[in-house]
């Protein structure tokens, strides 16, 4: 082993060092671009000078190669340029410089899209190509766009803008959710709708008329609550959520979906002229949890001493908003996204403000919170060919069973309402539902209008009277991936049978498009549980923070 010279180190071999540290660690790969110089002076905190310098010194050592016009690339490492990388790395590590965030993700960082690393020079038609002017754009990747998969949340305004942009740039596939019905108020700041609307869906009327902006595009929508009604399996098969919300409890409820799955997400939110945007990403800087205040905290563990008046309170309060901040700040959320969908760096943890009376414009970074809750994610999935409307608890906890021993138990996502009981009357009425499908007036007694006490749980333990209930009849999601525990470890369970169903892409296409769009990982329904073929690695969960 070579051991490096004591003594001075000059500030530039000490960047090469730096990047060169990051080529052999791989989170910057063979061909990726490194970058723009301006990113690079901010991250590492140099001159020009000396991150010129700095590049001429890789360059010389076969380790990056400019493209003019375009920027700098990483080279394929070989036996001489590792030994050059890890000469220039030591220095790095010699100078006492501390690490600086790194450009791209670290190497056990969620999963993307494989890198293209030689783009093919491809002259577009653009008489004929509606995406062709993109070509020419530099890191643009047909290919990555067009099979990206994005989950937009909420089609209110913010979701509308973002959709626009999402099908203009032709993103492929694109699945939207929201729980709420287009009013004419929703006129004024929502592109995608239109007149005779009222009434309908908005994930629905956003959802086609993406589809009639970009019919290449593969379109799906949910009517429904991201809370509850959104199956994890759809998150897991995601590239990247954009959160175009208006309240704290879907955000985070987004938040933590987003790091079980280990994605990453965009959020925005917008208020007058004022509007915000941040990405976050799982196991790199604060989550949306780990941004609340300690007041918000409070907030909502409010929400488990009278759970259905403060479900009653997320619904108020509507704040008031204008199409043009929800242009800025959903177009920067598509942009986010576009930058996730080519793997390209984003400042996760760190939020922009963006002041429409001012044009003052700011970024800052989140403290990630050590005791953050939202900071696990789940290990290895199992696929099971089951459906949450067929499949019982009893089925469910007997799989669990299997691997976890009969000490295993389920836990639910939601809160579950067994039971509302009048302290007047003394009726007791069985529920059976989750708590955010009950209304806070119907929390109340039918006879005398008394709030009743609700008696919920969390947990699936065998002892319950309804286990030949489906999983669907308590609130589980189609294509949900279930957790179940014993005292030291976790399994997680997919209702991988509702995959056609629940994830198709295929909404407002005739049946020969529709049969064009191949299904991955498509299993048969109703199939045999055969205990031998599932994955038998054991996964033990800590509940510690990620770095
Ligand atoms: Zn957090
Ligand atoms: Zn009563």
Redesign the pocket.
């Known amino acids: 082993m070579k051991i490096p010279p004591v003594g001075h180190v000059t500030l530039s071999k000490a960047v090469a060092g730096r990047l060169s540290a990051s080529l052999l660690e791989g989170t910057i790969k063979a061909g990726d671009q490194l970058p723009s110089e301006r990113e690079l002076i901010q991250q590492l905190e140099v001159s020009r000078a000396t991150l010129r310098e700095a590049l001429k010194a890789m360059e010389e050592n076969n380790l990056i190669e400019a493209r003019a016009g375009v920027g700098w690339f990483a080279c394929k490492l070989d036996a001489e340029t590792i030994a050059a990388a890890r000469e220039l790395a030591g220095s790095y590590r010699s100078s006492g410089m501390k690490p600086v965030a790194p450009a791209g993700d670290p190497p056990d960082g969620p999963r993307r899209l494989p890198a293209s690393p030689d783009k093919p020079i491809h002259i577009p038609n653009l008489k004929t190509d509606r995406l062709g002017t993109f070509e020419f754009i530099s890191w643009w990747e047909k290919d990555k766009v067009r099979d990206a998969k994005v989950l937009v949340v909420g089609a209110g305004a913010l979701g509308n803008e973002v959709m626009k942009n999402l099908s203009l740039m032709g993103v492929g596939h694109l699945f939207v959710i929201d729980f709420d019905t287009v009013e004419a108020a929703n006129l004024s700041r929502s592109v995608l709708f239109r007149d005779g609307d009222s009434k309908r869906g908005k994930a629905e009327v956003v959802a086609a008329r993406a589809k009639q902006l970009n019919p290449q595009l593969h379109v799906q929508y949910l009517h429904g609550n991201v809370t509850t009604q959104l199956g994890l399996g759809i998150i897991r098969r995601m590239d990247a959520v954009i959160g175009c919300m208006d309240n704290r409890e879907a955000r985070l409820a987004v938040?933590r979906f987003c790091?079980w799955m280990n994605k990453p997400w965009v959020d925005g939110a917008i208020q007058e002229l004022l509007g915000l945007m941040r990405v976050f990403v799982p196991g790199r800087g604060?989550?949306?949890?780990?941004?609340l205040t300690e007041s918000a905290r409070r907030d909502l563990s409010m929400r488990y001493s009278c759970p259905l008046l403060a479900r009653a309170n997320i619904l108020l309060g509507k704040v008031p908003t204008t199409p043009t901040i929800a242009s800025i700040i959903g177009g920067m959320q598509a942009q986010e996204a576009l930058k996730l969908i080519h793997n390209m760096p984003v400042e996760a943890g760190k939020v922009v403000h963006f002041n429409g009376l001012t044009n003052d414009m700011h970024t800052s970074a989140y403290v990630?919170?050590e005791d953050?809750?939202?900071?696990w994610v789940y290990g290895e999935v199992t696929e099971l060919p089951a459906r949450a409307d067929q499949t019982t608890l009893a089925e469910m906890l007997r799989i669990a069973r299997q691997d976890l021993g009969p000490e295993a138990v389920i836990e639910l996502d939601q809160e579950l309402i067994l039971s509302l009981t009048c302290p007047q009357c003394n009726t007791r009425e069985e529920v059976l539902r989750p708590l955010e499908s009950v209304t806070f007036e119907a929390g109340h007694c039918p006879t005398c209008g008394t709030l009743r006490e609700t008696e919920m749980t969390h947990e699936i333990t065998g002892a319950e009277s309804f286990l030949h209930r489906t999983l669907g009849s308590i609130g589980v999601p189609p294509l949900h991936i279930l957790r179940a525990r014993n005292a030291s470890e976790f399994r997680f369970y997919e209702l991988t049978g509702d995959l056609p169903e629940a994830l198709h892409f295929r909404h407002f296409e005739g049946s020969a498009a529709a049969a064009a769009v191949p299904l991955r990982d498509r299993i048969s329904i109703g199939e045999e549980i055969e205990p031998a073929e599932k994955p038998k690695s054991r996964i033990v969960l800590h509940e510690e923070?990620l770095r």
């Open positions: 938040n790091y604060a989550c949306f949890e780990c941004t990630p919170r953050c809750e939202s900071h923070n």
